[in-house]
């Protein structure tokens, strides 16, 4: 049963790019979490998700920022004119259940905006 | 004022000395919080939950101490091994995994 797999590992945007990252939750679980870890702080919850469902959103940066899991296929964090502000390591976390004990992180995406 | 806050360290030990963290937190009515392991920015992990009654596995223990409000971690007989990151994590009040992480306490055991 493999892990929650985040693609890619290193993403390099320049300014004004988009930024997608992808997260497929191990197999079974129907919440996904979003985290981000900027340089020197601890991570800071962005959204949590169930299929085709924003559950809370109340980390999510107002703009530029938006998420997804769809029927089929990964969840989807997009980051639109990305600054050099979003350069961060973004983990995405699953669980089976409603729960706040049995999350499951990913490897996490580093991005870096040149 | 933070919801969890960590002295952010390094602690730096010798393989085989005990050593403890401490994390304050704000909200007197949390009953329940984790601590997490990170490595080199990889994912974090869990090590332990921590309740009123307190946990221990192994070398681990974990201990709430709701009238002064923190929550501790000793480790005892220190490894190489145990040289990461060690996070204090609020599970926020919600019944999913809304965590809210401290900045994390830095450990460096060496031999």
């Known amino acids: 049963n493999a892990g929650v797999m985040q693609n890619p590992r290193h993403l390099v945007r320049r300014r004004g790019q988009e930024a997608r990252l992808r997260c497929s939750p191990m197999?079974?679980?129907?919440?996904v979490y979003w985290y981000r870890q900027l340089p020197e702080e601890g991570l800071k919850f962005m959204v949590y998700l169930q299929k085709e469902n924003i559950i809370d959103e109340s980390g999510m940066p107002k703009e530029r920022f938006s998420a997804e899991f769809p029927k089929e296929g990964p969840s989807i964090l997009r980051i639109q004119q990305v600054v050099r502000g979003d350069s961060a390591a973004y983990f995405c976390?699953?669980?089976?259940?409603?729960?706040?004990?049995?999350?499951?992180f990913g490897s996490g995406t580093q991005l870096s905006v040149l | 004022r933070k919801e969890v806050e960590q002295d952010p360290g390094p602690f730096n030990v010798p393989e085989g000395a005990t050593v403890a963290f401490n994390c304050t937190y704000s909200n007197s009515a949390s009953q329940s919080f984790f601590w997490y392991r990170q490595d080199c920015r990889k994912e974090p992990k869990l090590l332990m939950s921590v309740y009123s009654s307190g946990n221990e596995d192994g070398r681990f223990t974990a201990q709430l101490n709701r009238a002064s409000q923190y929550i501790s971690l000793l480790i005892r007989d220190s490894k190489l091994s145990d040289s990461a990151t060690y996070l204090c994590?609020?599970?926020?009040?919600?019944?999913?995994?809304?965590?809210?992480f401290g900045q994390g306490t830095i450990l460096t055991v060496h031999p």
């Open positions: 197999k079974g679980h129907s919440h």
């Open positions: 994590v609020y599970p926020g009040g919600t019944s999913y995994g809304k965590l809210t």
């Open positions: 976390a699953s669980s089976p259940v409603v729960a706040n004990e049995k999350l499951f």
